[in-house]
């Protein structure tokens, strides 16, 4: 695709004494219909997001791990837009628009632009798993089972592997593996199997959700930067 872009909720529960609550289990776990149904749920009312990113890729050819760590910006629009803001280690911007994805490199002052075509569904698949996807359309994509429950940064969640069913995308993913919060039924991590045991990893914390944002939010802000076309 030319970069790499695998773009939630932490509950903060605070106790008298200041220390961290355990995560409240229920007591009988969730079974999938159960899980899905509440994710469907969450996706009709889910707006617009923002939350803080962590975002690991490990290359097993090289055995090399990065991370880097930024904010995440989604709207529930036609198409849906999102932002990714990397911080660091390296500044970068990512804008996923109107059929159009762009990326502000700071070093340079350049906006690359590459035009998605075809592409754009599956980026979005990638961006968005899980967030804001409607179940049914989840099923015609892929083969969807629930491992079981994990404990994920005082986080009850419920883990969900699903194996793509269409080749373009079994392509670029062997499975995908969500944790979803069982207290928001959004995720709180996503981690993406790629051919070649390579991965890569989306944690989300410091989640807003339906919270107004502003115009230019989902705009980069870069005078002077010189715009390149990519093929």
């Keep these: 695709m030319g970069f790499g872009l695998i ?7 605070s106790s008298p004494a200041g220390a961290e609550p355990p995560p409240r289990k229920r007591r009988f776990p ?3 219909a159960e899980i899905v149904k509440h994710m469907d749920e969450a996706a009709s009312r889910l707006n617009t997001l923002s939350a803080d990113l962590e975002y690991t890729k490990f290359t097993a050819v090289v055995s090399d791990k990065s991370t880097q760590q930024g904010q995440f910006f989604f709207h529930k629009g036609k198409p849906p837009e999102v932002k990714i803001e990397f911080k660091n280690p390296d500044a970068r911007t990512i804008l996923v628009k109107k059929n159009e994805a762009q990326m502000y490199l700071p070093k340079t002052n350049q906006i690359q632009v590459y035009e998605l075509g075809q592409r754009g569904e599956l980026l979005q698949q990638f961006l968005l798993l899980g967030f804001g996807s409607e179940v049914a359309k989840l099923k015609k994509d892929y083969g969807i ?5 994990e404990d994920l940064s005082g986080d009850t969640t419920a883990v969900l592997e699903l ?3 269409q080749g373009s995308v079994a392509s670029k993913l062997t499975k995908v593996q ?4 069982e207290e928001s039924w959004l995720p709180v991590q996503q981690k993406f199997f790629e051919p070649g045991d390579d991965y890569a990893i989306a944690r989300y914390s410091s989640v807003r959700v339906n919270r107004h944002l502003d115009s230019g939010t989902f705009e980069i802000n870069a005078p002077g930067a010189k715009r390149v076309k990519m093929q």
């Design 7 to 13: 773009a939630a909720v932490l509950a903060s529960i």
């Design 163 to 165: 194996t793509p069913l």
């Design 145 to 149: 089972k629930l491992i079981g429950e």
């Design 30 to 32: 969730p079974d999938l």
């Design 178 to 181: 969500l944790w979803i919060s």
